[in-house]
């Protein structure tokens, strides 16, 4: 009976011994080392792809932020000279409504740290609210004159307009003389505050004006509406948002310098005595051009009849 190998099952001659399995080992090995060979290869190679797209992935993003710091440069360059008016305009509505709000405690803090452009176009706002306010409270004034013109020369029920209004000239003029004034009143709490040994600045003088104007727009608008309905209401509540104002900047004064409660009441005083005059001389010079030729000569001739 022949001997054959447990493993294979060849059959082997007598005293010979199968090597298959060293057979088998080798090639198990050969095997193995290849896979690993591959595996290692393969390995090798994602680290390599891997290694390269993260080498991209920074050099992009270094070129990205390269690109961004070149354009921000660019773009800082080009809007240098727009960034403050810009910057000033992205402010106008979210600092009025806080004033407004409250305009002793914050109106306090706009004095103190406020810009001047600011206050320039809050100058401005307050302005145009008067402008428009004089255009209806012009209109209402010369539709009187109209009427008792009418009654008295041809009859009640003759409707025409002798006078025309000038709205153009009204609303420039109103608009340009508010602005004015509203330096002027600086100038003058500027120059009153150190009279009385007081240190305010003219910047500081402009936002306390500036408060002022944030605190009589709005009525100002309110005026014109009443005025549209009853004239002598309209007026009234004109003349009650200026004494508010004046109000509010005699309670930001003491609240902004101490040294000046005890002379706070001389300072304002003396400051609106100024500003009445000079507002008066203004009114004097400006009326003449506000109101046509047609106004005098009508007059004229309403008076000799």
Do not use: H
């Amino acid at each position: 009976m022949g001997n054959f190998c447990p493993n294979c099952g060849r059959e082997l001659a007598e005293g010979e011994v199968c090597n298959c399995t060293s057979a088998n080992a080798t090639a198990e090995t050969v095997v193995n080392a290849a896979q690993e060979t591959s595996e290692n290869a393969a390995g090798s190679a994602a680290n390599t792809a891997n290694s390269s797209a993260g080498n991209l992935y920074e050099q992009a993003m270094n070129q990205q932020q390269s690109y961004n710091q070149a354009n921000a440069g660019n773009s800082s360059g080009a809007s240098m000279a727009s960034s403050p008016v810009t910057a000033t305009l992205a402010l106008i509505w979210p600092s009025f409504l806080k004033v407004w709000k409250s305009p002793v405690e914050v109106g306090r803090d706009y004095v103190k740290g406020a810009d001047k452009l600011l206050s320039f176009f809050f100058y401005i706002i307050e302005a145009l609210c008067a402008a428009f306010f004089a255009l209806v409270a012009v209109g209402k004034v010369y539709k009187s004159i109209n009427q008792s013109f009418n009654d008295s020369m041809y009859g009640y029920f003759y409707d025409e307009d002798i006078l025309t209004i000038p709205y153009a000239r009204t609303f420039f003029s109103v608009l340009i003389v508010a602005v004015i004034i509203s330096f002027i009143f600086a100038g003058l709490v500027c120059l009153c505050n150190k009279l009385y040994g007081n240190s305010m600045s003219f910047k500081e003088a402009m936002n306390l004006v500036a408060v002022r104007s944030i605190v009589v727009a709005p009525i100002f608008l309110l005026a014109l509406v009443v005025t549209l309905i009853l004239p002598t209401v309209g007026y009234f509540i004109f003349a009650v948002a200026n004494i508010k104002a004046v109000l509010v900047m005699m309670e930001i004064l003491p609240n902004y310098c101490a040294a000046t409660r005890d002379k706070m009441v001389k300072i304002m005083f003396t400051t609106l005595i100024v500003v009445i005059i000079v507002a008066s001389i203004v009114s004097i010079i400006i009326v003449p051009f506000v109101l046509p030729n047609e106004f005098y000569s009508s007059i004229n001739e309403f008076s000799g009849m």
